[in-house]
């Protein structure tokens, strides 16, 4: 940055944190220091917003986060500011222990691409598939399928779509920000309608109900639009070659060999360093193949472990932040011993891509424990409960509109808190009495799937929360998949935002023409056309359809 700007944020930062400062201190001075006095109040997402307010305006993700938790902390301690600090401290230590097992697999991830690529294996793969996938649509296609394939849990189809294909989409002169778009857009929409993956056992667990909550996911699957109406995005965006608003500037760029486009260049030099000139394509495949089955497997296991009776139930009663990393660290020392018999590398060579990983990976680390931190803090405030306050408050008069406004309530609480997990684990439980009757969820029979208006709802609560989760700077997904692609995290998230907002209008629309209708068979086909018009629509208006050759 330039001394103007980093003058210009400076001054930012310090008006703003001032006034929170101040106005936490008079304000909340008399509260007993136990309780907030903005618990469960709009305040309560003061926090977030002063973060992500901050990201879009500075382009610096740390500091903005840092002061926004540190908002939410004065206002957990009514303005107190040795113990504002200390809650900080306490809580960022907290979150990055608690979730020790994500960040094991972020850096064994890492250590698994630094060894792809010392073997030799990324070069050659990159030569490979340049010279086979002779268009930029084709590895657009590639990306696509590898992340459908990858869709048993969105963390892991985020960082490795994004680390096997990135050598390909480079060689098109596809940008670093579409690549990144194309891993978050395709990996929760996968999962949040996989019936074997991580998510449907989160959405299974939050139900509660043993002998409906699995046909209660299937059942909303025809209704979620927000996650169908993005892969048909996807697909019309790449046969089409569309794109617009910020994206169109990276794409352009991009054609003209700048893959960045913005200074902010993170990860420029993660791949130089030295690499086996004899490495084959295997030395990329193999690996990723061993990493799928491992995690897979490991999935598959704890779920046996945590009471599972067969692959489904396995499944549904599996926790990711334990399989994860288990089954990569599995993986890495199968590789490791796959490398040894290869000759790939000596044992030295091995164990320098350890630090190395760690290294690709510190960015991202950084920003999700800063993330979890602010959404532990805004939770702390009480900021879920308000928001159900809101959707408890909704029913009567707008009772046939309520699908499109929970859809809405909850991408704001998923932008706002930077978790789909969080979000309908919050919703859920409020919004299934409200269409059943006053039946709570762990009640429900086999009798209530009948109730299409029933399953609208809960399609609507799983779609706005992916839908929240995707726009925000703060949620892990969108930061893993900056980081799997290898993009500056702000670059992604500004790009990806009128795409996702795009979606989520249509998505709106068609909840409200569903609730009269409340026929999949009708309202789907609906969903879609209507999806696909508005692209073309916005593909002419912008004068962007196949302006750029698909073939390199």
């Excluded at 969105?154 to 390909?168: E, K």
């Excluded at 667990?205 to 909303?220: C, K, M, S």
Aim: net charge negative; proline share 5%; hydrophobic share 50%.
């Amino acid at each position: 940055m330039n001394s103007p700007r980093m003058q210009r944020f400076g001054r930012i930062l310090l008006v703003v944190f001032a006034l929170a400062c101040v106005l936490m201190t008079v304000a909340f001075a008399e509260g007993d220091g136990s309780t907030s006095a903005v618990y469960g109040t709009i305040a309560s997402l003061l926090p977030p917003v002063v973060a992500i307010g901050l990201a879009l305006i500075t382009k610096e993700v740390y500091s903005s986060l840092f002061l926004g938790i540190l908002v939410g902390c004065f206002l957990q301690v009514n303005g107190n500011p040795l113990d504002a600090f200390q809650y900080f401290v306490s809580h960022l230590c907290s979150n990055a222990g608690g979730n020790m097992g994500i960040l094991m697999f972020l850096v064994i991830l890492g250590t698994m691409v630094a060894l792809m690529i010392r073997a030799g294996g990324s070069k050659a793969y990159g030569d490979w598939a340049v010279s086979h996938i002779k268009t930029k649509s084709g590895a657009l296609w590639s990306t696509f399928i590898l992340a459908l394939v990858l869709g048993v849990d969105d963390y892991f189809n985020n960082l490795t779509t994004g680390n096997v294909m990135r050598p390909v989409t480079d060689g098109h002169h596809i940008s670093r920000a579409k690549l990144s778009y194309m891993c978050d857009a395709t990996a929760a929409p996968v999962c949040i309608m996989m019936p074997v993956s991580s998510w449907a056992a989160a959405v299974t667990g939050v139900i509660g109900n043993e002998e409906v909550g699995f046909q209660i996911f299937l059942r909303a699957i025809p209704f979620n639009y927000y996650a169908i109406l993005t892969l048909v995005f996807i697909i019309v965006m790449t046969c089409l070659n569309i794109d617009y608003g910020p994206m169109k500037k990276h794409e352009d760029n991009a054609a003209k060999g700048d893959i960045y486009t913005t200074p902010e260049r993170p990860f420029a030099d993660a791949q130089e360093m030295k690499f086996n000139p004899d490495g084959k394509v295997i030395d990329l495949v193999i690996p990723v193949i061993i990493l799928i089955i491992g995690c897979v497997s490991a999935m598959i296991y704890v779920g046996y472990q945590n009471g599972g009776t067969n692959l489904i139930t396995a499944f549904a009663n599996t926790s990711a932040f334990d399989a994860l990393p288990f089954g990569s660290l599995i993986a890495l020392i199968v590789n490791m011993i796959y490398f040894m018999i290869r000759r790939s590398m000596k044992f030295t060579e091995l164990m320098d891509c350890l630090p190395e990983g760690f290294k690709q990976m510190v960015p991202a680390i950084l920003i999700l424990c800063l993330a979890w931190t602010i959404g532990d803090v805004t939770k702390g405030l009480g900021a879920p409960e308000f928001v159900a306050g809101i959707v408890e408050g909704l029913s009567g008069s707008l009772y046939a509109l309520l699908p499109a406004v929970v859809f809405i309530i909850a991408a704001f609480l998923g932008f706002a808190t930077g978790t789909s997990w969080g979000t309908f684990s919050i919703l859920l439980p409020i919004v299934i009495p409200v269409f059943s009757g006053g039946t709570p969820a762990v009640d429900l029979t086999v009798g209530d799937l009948n109730n299409n208006l029933l399953m609208i709802s809960i399609a609507a609560t799983l779609g706005g929360a992916v839908m929240g989760d995707h726009c925000s700077p703060i949620s892990d997904t969108t930061i893993m998949a900056s980081s799997g692609a290898q993009c500056y995290h702000l670059n992604h998230v500004a790009t990806q935002l009128p795409y996702a907002l795009t979606v989520a209008v249509v998505a709106f629309v068609n909840y409200i023409i569903t609730a009269y209708l409340q026929n999949p068979v009708i309202c789907l086909p609906i969903a879609i056309v209507s999806m696909v018009v508005v692209l073309i629509i916005i593909g002419k208006v912008n004068h962007s359809m196949n302006v750029h050759s698909q073939r390199d």
